[in-house]
């Protein structure tokens, strides 16, 4: 079982920046893959990032990439997800989710944070 919580949404202006973070309970971080997903209100939830347990690859949604970076510590069992020159459009509910499989989908995640709000101004 893993447990996630996330922290650092907020309110940010446009072209400001925020990181999350996702801190994992559990002995077995490492061998997860991670992934952040969005959810903007009356839209279904989207993949934002990923990053894979065994040689921490990422890859990213094409509406973020070039302005999000995602990392991992695995000594903190923390993922972060570093977001800047932010849009209104990345308002949203982030999520970041744990899995056994380095993926995009959604579906193939096992364990979800209870999520926290980004909301950036224009």
């Known amino acids: 079982q893993v447990q996630l919580v996330e922290s650092g949404g907020g309110l940010a202006q446009a072209g400001g920046s925020l990181r999350l973070s996702c801190t994992a309970s559990?002995?077995?971080?490492?061998?997860?893959?991670m992934g952040w997903f969005r959810q903007a209100p009356g839209k279904e939830r989207e993949f934002v990032a990923t990053?894979?347990?065994?040689?921490?690859?990422?890859h990213y949604a094409d509406s973020v990439k070039g302005r999000v970076t995602i990392s991992r510590d695995n000594a903190k069992n923390t993922v972060y997800l570093q977001m800047n020159s932010l849009k209104p459009e990345d308002t949203a509910v982030y999520y970041c989710?744990?899995?056994?499989?380095?993926?995009?989908?959604?579906?193939?995640?096992?364990?979800w944070g209870q999520g926290t709000q980004v909301t950036v101004s224009s």
């Open positions: 989710a744990a899995g056994r499989m380095y993926s995009i989908i959604s579906d193939h995640y096992n364990y």
């Open positions: 559990g002995r077995t971080f490492s061998t997860y893959a």
């Open positions: 990053i894979n347990w065994s040689d921490s690859s990422t």
